[in-house]
């Protein structure tokens, strides 16, 4: 089983973030679609979110915002750290049929 934004076996953070990163978009949706979902524990739900949450409302980085660009990458990695242990937490099966149904909305075009 495949969890978006996270290779097997990787070992390397930066790639880590780059893929969490190209894939943000179907991130976001399978999230919100999980939140929605009854068969995801609602611990998980509130929990996970929560943490993340506070993490970033606290205001007291690992790395400070005043330094540019490193000061918003460990909020990044927060956030991906957050994603990657929700969706850990979530029934694999779930995740497919998510996935499988998300596959086969339409993208709107752009012309």
């Known amino acids: 089983m ?3 934004g996270l290779p097997q ?3 390397d953070p930066i790639g880590y973030i780059e893929t969490l990163l190209s894939q943000a978009g179907l991130n976001a949706k399978l999230f919100l679609k999980l939140m929605l979902d009854r068969r995801v524990k609602k611990r998980y739900k509130i929990l996970i979110p929560m943490v993340v949450y506070l993490y ?14 490193l ?8 956030v991906a750290l957050g994603l990657t242990t929700f969706f850990k937490k979530v029934p694999p099966e779930v995740i497919q049929e998510h996935l499988k149904a998300l596959s086969k909305e339409k993208v709107p075009r752009t012309t």
């Open 56 to 69: 970033l409302k606290k205001g007291k980085d690992i790395i400070p915002d005043s330094i540019p660009v």
């Open 71 to 78: 000061g918003q990458l460990d909020d990044i990695a927060v």
């Open 9 to 11: 076996g990787s070992t």
């Open 2 to 4: 495949s969890i978006p």
